[in-house]
Every structure is written in C-alpha cells, then in structure tokens.
C-alpha cells in the first residue's frame, strides 16, 4: 500500500516540466489570445480578436498554404519512406553500411535542410545546371522559380528529404520484427509478393505508419525555420505570420499573434488525438 | 524470379539512399569551392577561405560552437535523469490518470513550439529567465522530454523489474541497485535517448532565438544569417561542421557506454 504514491512520485520532475512551461506557456497564450494583456492595460475578456483573425484574406491562406505543405510533404514522405523500408528489407545486401546511412538526414537540422534545397533548387543550383549542360535549358531563367514561391516547392522537398528517413527507420524496425513465418506461409499458399505485402505486413506496420505520419505532419504545419528560410512573403506560413505579429512594435497587437498561436495548437490537439487512437490500433494488433 | 526481385529492391534502395547522400555531398563541394560560376558542374577553382574563416579566432565560431556543444549536454544531462524515473513508472506501474500523463508528455512532440514558445515568453520575463542561459535550457527540455520517455518506456518495458528486485531481495541498497542493475540494463536506452536529446536541443532555433533573445549565442543561430543571405561556401561549412559534431558526440557518447557496460546502442522508437 505504501507503494501506491510511487510512480506519482517518480513522475513529478517530469510534470514540472511540463506542465510548467508547455501548459503553462499555452495557457498563457489563451489568456493573450481573449485580449487579456495587463502590462498594456488590456484587461477585457473579449474573442473579438478570434472573429477578426478568423475572417481575414491574410490569415485564411496562411492556413491553407500550411495545411498544404504539410499534407503534401507528409504523404510523399511517408510513401517513399515505407518504400525504402520495404526495399532494404527485400534487398540482397542486408546490415550494410547502407542502414547506418540513410538515417543521416536525421541528424541533419532544418536550418541545412534549408541550405541543402537552396544548393538543389535554386535558379543557380545543381538541378538547372545539369537541366542546361544536357542542352534541356538555354539560359539560367527558364527555370522555374521553386524557392520562394506560392507552391512551396521548395519547402515540400526539404521536409521530403526530412521525413522519409525517420518514417523507414520506424516502418524498417517493425518490418524486420514481423515474424518471416507468416510470408512463408502465405507465399506458399499461393499468395503473390504483392499480396503478402498488403494483406501481411501493410496492416502490422499500418499503425506506425501512421503514427509517424501525424508526427512529420504536426512538424511541417507548426515548425517556424523551413517556412521562414523558403517560402513567399506572402501567404506566410502560420507559425512565420504568428511570429511576424509577435514582432509587430504595436504591442497591442500581441492578441492576434496569439489567436494565430492558439489556432495552431488547436490543430496540434487534433493531432495529438489521432496520435493516440494510433497507439489504441496497435494494442489491438498486438493482441 | 526471386534473386531478380531482391536485385529490383536493391536497386530501388540505392537510388533513394543517393538522393538522400547527394545533398550533403553537394555542400561538402560547396564549403571548399572558391569559385562556382553558372553554368559550371564543378567548382572552377578550389579554396579554403570558408575553413579559414571558420577556425580563425576572430570569427568565434568554435568557441560558439563548444558553447552550445555545453548547453545541448546539460540538457541531454537533465533529460535524462528526470525522464529515467517518468519512464519507470509509465512502463511498469498502473495508476490513475496514467492516460493523460501519457498524453501531456507526448503532447510537446505535436504541439507547435512556436506557440508554447511566444505564451511562455512573457512569464519567462517576469521570472528574470528570458535572455538567460537557464532559461533555454529549461525551454530546451520541453521539445526533448517526449522522445527521450518514449525510447526509455520502451527499454523498461523489455527489461521489466526483475533483475531489480533479485539485487534488492539479496540486499543491495536502492542505491546500489540503481548503479550495478539498472544502468546497465537499460545502457544501450540511454545511448539511444540521449543521442537523440542532444540532437534535438542542439537543433533548436527558435525557442533559443526567442527565449534567448539574442543573449543566448548558439550554432544554429550564427549559421541562420549565413543560409538566410545564401552564402553557401560559408553555410556549408557551418553545416558540415554541425553535421560533423552531432555525429562526433553521439559516437563519444556510444563509446563511453560501451567502455563502463560493454553494450550497443539502438533506436527503440515506435
């Protein structure tokens, strides 16, 4: 009986942390968020800013450029990274160096991701180069302007180059724990590869995929660096427009930064849940 | 039909780990590239002036660099001891409310931090924490709390108690348990948690801009301005050497496990 305290004990570093400055940080950005500001003497409980940040041009394709580039990025890296996993598991060559490698990007901060695209994309960059030395280009502006653009290409490829690493580690791990019984028996039984992989392993790596789906995604739609480094000046990215109002010297401007804040978090908590209803699908595989 | 398959894969493999290798080679070429005019493949001609810049004093680069090297180590430090005993108990106790602990903890892997950053900064002002270094380091281990009870939960999960209570009941001190049973045990997690943490702290850009505030010099932040105005030569060799230095300390942190517990690192994340 004495141990029933135990693990709450054990947790409570933890949840300072957390609740400290997460809960408490998203707490106090609500408070801002309902007009609340005391140090410039706004004190009125109001979602007037909410109703303005709502119906504005501005903010409405704020939103939709960043739901864009998340849905994009996410699926074409979540695709190619359980390709990869997949194909390292088919490969002839197994615990090569080629394991270790292609989890570099990992590693490899945003901020360079950045530079990485810039290298590739760029009207100077590697791409146009080769497109003109094999004759496909006659001069460096027939090249389309990927970077800094509406499309947001150049973002989409350095989440792209981000994401599909960490969705083949975590697709790759659960792949080559599948127990190799259940191909055998299904390849025997007269199941084609393709079979065995959408009807074997596709629904035991399903939950991880789209786990790790919800992850990369949350990443894209809420992270400020990429969007900031590559994108247009307008529409800006919600967390880059959220900052932009944060800077703004008109203090009483902080409202709309932090309704943009809380529409953002908004859209994380959805998130968070399906994250979890993720995990509720693996237990019941598990069973 | 199957040795044609696996050839099929292998070649699928390859093309997608090279597209994932030819952007870091690129910027290798572009941090010793003196001049790289269009149209040219290749560098016309080959300098160190981006290295030297870097490793002269003045330039302050790596005194930056061990500087954050520092921080992102006190907070994998702090990390980790306060996430051993979340872990432990969210993978081996049932209790009341576990669900949302579980949650809450997981949430700041999802939840934008440019939100929790912008609400906190206010209160961090208040507290006299903001622009200081205990500040982001305290900011820091919000984004790195997740991942690092996620791979330990899993650890203590395989392991269980077992070994545990074996040394308690021949009466080993809880101490000395702790030390002789449960580091060891759960070694190759912390090389695992801890490679990730300091990756992702030494990462940070803009919860250490923000609660920084400019005070709080770290690598990312020299080498923003560099990638922001396109410099490449020199952002590349601020990369290379970002690159270079996590995977230096993520090895020196594998070897010194390795070296007290005999052990390997792996991932155990899902």
């Not at chain 2, 108690?161 to 009466?171: D, I, P």
Request: some cysteine.
């Amino acid at each position: 009986m004495k141990n029933k305290y135990k693990p709450y004990v054990m947790l409570i570093p933890v949840m300072i942390v957390i609740l400290g400055i997460f809960i408490n940080g998203l707490i106090m950005a609500f408070i801002q968020s309902l007009g609340y500001f005391k140090a410039i003497g706004l004190t009125e409980i109001t979602f007037k800013y909410y109703k303005e940040v709502l119906t504005s041009q501005g903010f409405l394709s704020s939103l939709g450029f960043s739901v864009y580039i998340a849905t994009i990025s996410s699926v074409i890296a979540v695709v190619l990274g359980v390709i990869l996993a997949y194909s390292i598991l088919r490969s002839t060559h197994r615990k090569g160096i080629e394991e270790a490698v292609y989890k570099i990007p990992i590693f490899v901060p945003h901020i360079v991701a950045a530079l990485l695209a810039y290298n590739i994309l760029a009207q100077s960059g590697v791409v146009p180069r080769v497109l003109y030395s094999i004759g496909i280009i006659k001069d460096q502006s027939q090249f389309p302007s990927l970077l800094y653009d509406k499309n947001g290409i150049g973002i989409i490829i350095a989440y792209i180059w981000k994401g599909i690493p960490f969705v083949a580690m975590v697709v790759y791990t659960i792949l080559s724990n599948i127990n190799n019984k259940l191909s055998q028996v299904a390849l025997n039984l007269g199941a084609n590869n393709r079979q065995v992989f959408f009807y074997i392993l596709l629904p035991f790596i399903m939950p991880s995929i789209f786990s790790s789906f919800i992850i990369i995604f949350a990443f894209s739609f809420g992270a400020y660096e990429l969007p900031f480094l590559l994108g247009p000046t307008s529409p800006k990215a919600l967390p880059v427009k959220a900052y932009v109002e944060y800077t703004n010297s008109n203090l009483a401007n902080r409202p709309y930064a932090m309704v943009i804040n809380m529409i953002l978090t908004i859209v994380s908590l959805i998130l968070v849940w399906l994250y979890n209803k993720s995990f509720e699908l693996i237990s019941k595989y598990n069973r | 039909m199957k040795v044609k398959q696996s050839k099929l894969f292998s070649l699928i493999m390859y093309i997608i780990i090279f597209l994932l290798v030819l952007p870091l080679i690129i910027i290798i070429i572009w941090s010793v590239a003196k001049s790289w005019p269009w149209p040219s493949i290749f560098p016309n001609a080959i300098g160190l002036r981006g290295w030297k810049y870097f490793f002269k004093p003045t330039s302050k680069s790596i005194i930056i660099l061990l500087h954050s090297v520092y921080l992102s180590m006190i907070v994998t430090i702090i990390t980790l001891i306060i996430t051993i005993p979340a872990a432990k108990a969210l993978a081996l106790y049932n209790f009341k409310g576990k669900k949302i602990v579980e949650l809450l903890i997981i949430a700041p892997l999802i939840v934008s931090p440019v939100a929790v950053a912008m609400g906190i900064h206010l209160f961090f002002i208040k507290l006299g924490l903001s622009n200081t270094f205990i500040g982001v380091v305290l900011v820091h281990l919000v984004p790195c709390i997740p991942y690092s009870v996620k791979i330990l939960k899993n650890v203590f999960e395989i392991t269980g108690e077992s070994m545990e209570m074996q040394s308690r009941v021949l009466g080993a001190s809880k101490l000395q348990t702790f030390k002789h049973v449960t580091l060891p045990i759960i070694s190759p997690g912390l090389v695992s948690a801890g490679s990730l943490v300091f990756t992702v702290s030494f990462s940070q850009y803009f919860l250490t801009f923000l609660i920084g505030g400019g005070r709080v010099v770290t690598f990312p932040m020299v080498m923003f301005p560099f990638v922001q105005s396109g410099d490449r030569m020199m952002a590349s060799v601020y990369s290379i050497v970002f690159i270079f230095t996590t995977l230096a300390c993520m090895y020196i942190m594998e070897k010194i496990t390795k070296k007290y517990y005999k052990t390997e690192g792996y991932f155990y994340i899902n």
